[in-house]
């Protein structure tokens, strides 16, 4: 061991752990392991575990300090039955939760509305009114579980949302913890569930990184995703340039609006996919970090810490997940969710061996929490940093992406940045080029997909799937239709009508003014109509 590792054991490793954790562990067989292997502070690229640019991990102790946040993404049908679903996995050891809405629900449109029809609760949890959002997180405290909520162009009314029922608690702002997506770039790109145009998404993306910045401390107010992009068929380049891309472009608004960058961008968190090809999946994640810390200190002069440290969940690849011979998407899951570990991620979500057929069963979203804690507890990947860094393949295979990734994102530069390029349509362009190869090799058989192209077997009966009852759009319209009699009709429309002068003005923040609104009993979907009449609907241009 050279006399860098040593010292930084000494100096840095052991400190962080504490005095209550072994300093290191050991191989099944009882054989000792050290913290950390390989190449220290003599590689500029590399360096140590929590240093900067953090190649090796975002903290020095990584998962022998705290292992990643196991958090379970679920939401279907009502709030009570999502609250429910909640309660199993909490008590099954999940450590964070991760909300999925309906499609109504994420583009802002209420049950009764006729765009919603036939969608009411069909994809994640249907949530309209205040009272929904209490009723999802009932008997769950909510400055003791992180919650995670996959909402973008909603993002703010749903954030307001938790604001509201965090007080309803007896919470302050403050002691809220979790993670808002809020990632609008990436929905013009590649997922589609936008509602109003660029420009002002992006006003609302920044009003609630400056909102959280001053009023909730422990909140991400965004997590930029490339997951979304990668599901659309994207390579792992594109998902590093186009995912930081956003990110440099999100950070800029921010810088624009007067945040101090070394004040907020540690609170900025990241969301990437873990794809099938192992290896270069570690070391993309590996990459990530590396290129994001030296994008902050070069073009905004972050300093060295929080504010170049990328923080990043992982969730594995529901594209990859296949209807036929299900079973096998076990082995898929538990590679990914391997890749994503020996990257270093902060928490992970790993899909269900069902999700190709419909929303999760019980049995298999308990089976891919066992999944995690199979990894954590049995494997040993817990004991020691970074186990595959200094690898010379893993190291060539790093370099090799973020060169690749650079260039991608010099290419976005030379557009205008993010929003311009995606204005273009010029990631959407390259997305679809990229899904459209990789298909023609999966057809011609050069890409095997085991019980899809390769093994086959004749057709098995599926299990059991689960549905949701469609008369749940019906009970939902009563229900919000009941919400909008027992209010005080003429306080909810002043706070709307405040809430729409106030969107006029570029310069206003309008969390303050949606969290008064869903007090008054305001819905997302009249939250949002109002908003709409003042920054219109976007409606995106061809791109062929």
Known sequence: MSDALQRWIREVY????GKDRPRSGTTGSGLPLQPLYGPGDDDPGLGFPGAFPYTRGPYPTMYAGRPWTMRQYSGFSTAEDTNARFRFLLEGGTKGLSVAFDLPTQMGFDPDADV??????????????????????????LDAVSVSMTINSTAPVLLAFMIAAGKRQGLEPSALRGTVQNDLLKEYIAR???RFPPAPSLRLVTDVIEHCNSELPRFNPISISGYHMREAGCTAPQELAFTLGNGLAYVRSAVDRGLDVDAFAGRLSFFFNAHNDFFEEVAKFRAARRMWARLMQERFGASEGNATRLRFHTQTAGSTLTSQQPDVNVVRVTLQALAAVLGGTQSLHTNSRDEALGLPTEPAALLALRTQQVLAEESGVTHTVDPLGGSPFIEALTDDLEREAMAIIAAIDAKGGALAAVETGFQQSEIHRAAYEHQKAVERGDVSIVGVNSYVMPAEAPPP???????????RTEQVAAWRTARDGAACEATLAALGAAATDAGHNLMPLLVDAVEAGATVGEICSRLETVFGRYAPASLF
Do not use: C, H, M, W
């Open 192 to 194: 589609g569930t936008y």
């Open 14 to 17: 052991e400190p962080a752990l």
């Open 116 to 141: 919603a029809r036939g969608e009411v609760g069909k994809v994640g949890v249907s949530i309209a009114t205040l009272g929904d959002f209490e009723t999802l997180f009932d008997g769950i405290p």
């Open 465 to 475: 799937i689960l549905k949701v009852d469609d008369s749940l759009a019906r009970r």
